[in-house]
């Protein structure tokens, strides 16, 4: 799988930056298409963490093991709580 958790969270914190640039959100015009663009971002941002989720229960009831993963074997295993939840964040 092309596309992890870590990317998910560079392109979040990318669009901040974008937000927090005080010189480049002087134009009210600009600033509207980025805060527009921010809100897809966050949409679409949303939608994958809750599918994830999603994915996660269903791995977890199941007991199957993932064959592409969104959040990495390794970082999955060290974020596992001793009753097998996950935790966020």
């Not at 009831?61 to 001793?82: H, R, W, Y």
């Amino acid at each position: 799988m092309k596309n992890k958790i870590e990317d998910l969270r560079n392109h979040l914190f990318s669009q901040l930056e974008r937000l927090a640039d005080d010189e480049g959100m002087k134009n009210p015009l600009k600033l509207e298409r980025e805060l527009k663009r921010a809100k897809a971002i966050s949409e679409v941002a949303n939608v994958i963490v809750n599918t994830a989720k999603a994915e996660t229960d269903y791995l977890r009831v199941t007991g199957k093991s993932p064959e592409q993963a969104f959040i990495p074997l390794d970082m999955a295993a060290k974020n596992s709580l001793p009753s097998g939840e996950m935790k966020v964040g």
